[in-house]
């Protein structure tokens, strides 16, 4: 069965520090994507990466870095967490070009920012 | 411009009566349409999708898609709704232009009465 793994469900941080948010895939896909979620705004794609060490800015990236060192694992960076990052990350893979770009979602992070 | 159109923000059935779930998009390029269901404080899961084969679609649940191309929708339909059912539903686009482009719908609510 495909996965996406988010190993952190629910963390609550306080303004000013630095978070990790991570999300490892065991379907080699080359792609993977960090979307937030928040009520009424629906998903806003944050970064997305179609290759190790190689990363896009997606709609929304001011506020947050990407790391991808290795193919299965793409983390979420907050430099500096502030109260309107509180909110559901959701972390996905895909195919490459060739697929229909079905995406794989993990079960999400909610973060809340104290 | 492309879009998604969710027409419904909130929909509720009685259980054992018919869903319909209503999307329309716009697209100047083929797209590849998507239905996601989303349960709460979880990610989200694959329903079906159309990708250019048989215009009705049917998925997990008993959920199924006609996608109708004069119309440009791709709405979703149960003949009998299950309380299991009473999730978010994403109506997504895909599309293939060099990159991948993926368009969310804002989503539906649908809440079932026992």
């Known amino acids: 069965d495909v996965k996406v793994t988010q190993s952190s469900r629910y963390l609550v941080k306080r303004t000013g520090e630095k978070v990790f948010l991570e999300c490892v895939q065991d379907?080699?896909?080359?792609?993977m994507f960090w979307y937030r979620q928040d009520p009424g705004l629906g998903l806003r794609l944050i970064y997305f990466?179609?290759?190790?060490?190689?990363?896009e800015k997606g709609d929304i990236p001011e506020g947050y870095s990407v790391s991808r060192e290795k193919k299965e694992r793409f983390s979420l960076i907050l430099e500096s967490a502030s109260t309107n990052q509180t909110s559901m990350y959701l972390c996905?893979?895909?195919?490459?070009?060739?697929?229909?770009?079905?995406?794989?979602f993990g079960e999400g992070s909610r973060l809340t920012v104290l | 411009a492309q879009s998604v159109t969710q027409l419904d923000s909130h929909v509720s059935v009685s259980e054992g009566t018919p869903v319909l779930l209503r999307c329309n998009y716009s697209s100047s390029y083929s797209p590849s349409l998507f239905w996601y269901v989303q349960h709460p404080n979880k990610g989200l899961q694959l329903l079906l999708k159309y990708t250019s084969a048989a215009t009705l679609v049917k998925g997990i649940n008993g959920f199924e898609a006609e996608f109708k191309k004069s119309e440009t929708s791709f709405h979703l339909t149960k003949p009998s709704a299950h309380m299991s059912d009473a999730a978010e539903y994403f109506c997504v686009v895909t599309l293939n232009t060099g990159g991948f482009k993926t368009i969310f719908g804002a989503g539906t609510r649908l809440f079932v009465k026992a």
């Open positions: 996905a893979s895909s195919l490459p070009e060739r697929s229909t770009g079905e995406l794989f």
């Open positions: 990466s179609y290759d190790v060490k190689m990363k």
């Open positions: 379907m080699d896909h080359e792609n």
